[in-house]
């Protein structure tokens, strides 16, 4: 009896070894995202990424962990990550200023990054899944130059809400925006006559500075020009704190197509926002990331350009954008990014929803 037992002990000890050694043989990737205020992240990346992984490489684990604005935790998520075996981290960076630290940690552990979206400062990275922000910028900048152009006013008076300082995203975002602004400002067509960066692109500190400006200038302004539907969100936020309604200011230079977003643009607060397909994104990140899975390294066929952060030019994966206002709101739906019942809850009496629901 007692030798049966011995034996069966031992079958259990081999048993659970082999599982754990087929556990840590299985591949990790940790997918960080940057925060929890820019709900793409969590509500369509996260989701679209896992999916496409699956693809590409089915036996891979995905962990989705979140910075919450927070650079040290995000620091701590990449140690972490190494430390639980982490084969490839997926990095959104909460601050792309103080990233340094986050790829250092990654570079000495030999755990290959690939950034994801937001651009990181300082460190190495084997790909750049972006947008590419120039366009985005261009796509801003020249909606709102058509607007105001077709505005009844010798002068228009516009905001601008900036993203985070001092990334590459936000200085090509604002380059390609001056591309068509800096013209009607040197004419003397455009006066800005507020302006600031947005830390870490939260919406609150866009509304706070969106009323200020109203206050400072006793709602003499036209135009907030923001970068993301974050900071054109809390323009609308601040204009509705005020008691305006909807078209009595513009709010243009939308990006992300949220889907809170489009609720602003059918009911006219928001004039557009920037189309980035982010079930295109994930796949190409999934690729990117199998790829390196498979010690293949990234795929030379994606690669179409380099971002540099500093450290490195980083080859880039840069995708395409297009601009969403009332008029072609259905090319997001035909890009099955959201339905006309995700964009219409809550505002079924808009006219865009009563002629397409």
């Not at 907030?224 to 539907?229: Q, S, V």
């Not at 990140?285 to 994606?302: C, F, R």
Request: net charge negative; with cysteine.
């Amino acid at each position: 009896m007692n030798k049966l037992v011995t034996r069966l002990a031992a079958s259990t000890c081999l048993a659970m070894a082999a599982s754990a050694a087929l556990a840590d043989d299985v591949q990790k990737v940790f997918f960080l995202l940057p925060n929890s205020t820019t709900i793409r992240f969590e509500s369509r990346d996260a989701p679209f990424f896992v999916d496409a992984l699956k693809t590409y490489a089915p036996a891979a684990e995905v962990i989705v962990q979140n910075g919450e604005g927070d650079p040290a935790r995000q620091q701590r998520l990449v140690e972490d990550a190494i430390a639980q075996g982490a084969d490839v981290i997926l990095y959104t960076s909460s601050d792309a200023n103080l990233a340094a630290g986050a790829l250092a940690a990654a570079a000495e552990a030999g755990v290959p990054v690939v950034l994801y979206d937001h651009d990181a400062v300082g460190g190495k990275a084997e790909a750049h899944v972006v947008f590419d922000s120039l366009s985005v910028g261009r796509a801003q900048g020249a909606r709102a130059a058509d607007l105001i152009k077709a505005m009844d006013k010798d002068v228009v008076k516009v905001g601008r809400i900036k993203g985070n300082q001092g990334e590459y995203g936000t200085g090509q975002y604002e380059a390609g925006q001056n591309e068509f602004l800096q013209p009607l400002i040197d004419s003397g067509k455009v006066v800005v006559v507020c302006e600031q960066y947005t830390q870490n692109w939260d919406p609150v500190l866009a509304q706070s500075f969106a009323e200020d400006c109203l206050t400072k200038t006793g709602g003499d302004v036209d135009v907030f020009l923001g970068m993301n539907d974050g900071t054109t969100g809390g323009a609308v936020a601040a204009l509705i704190s005020q008691g305006y309604s909807a078209g009595d200011k513009l709010v243009t230079g939308g990006q992300d197509a949220t889907v809170e977003a489009l609720r602003y643009v059918a009911t006219g607060w928001q004039d557009n926002s920037v189309l980035k397909d982010l079930a295109v994104e994930a796949d190409y990140a999934a690729q990117v990331v199998a790829s390196l899975l498979k010690g293949d390294g990234v795929p030379a066929d994606l690669v179409n350009g380099k971002v540099d952060n500093q450290f490195m030019d980083v080859p880039a994966v840069f995708l395409p954008v297009s601009n969403i206002a009332l008029g072609n709101l259905q090319d997001v739906v035909d890009a099955g990014v959201w339905t006309w019942a995700e964009i219409c809850q809550g505002i079924e009496d808009a006219p865009v929803c009563q002629e397409n629901m």
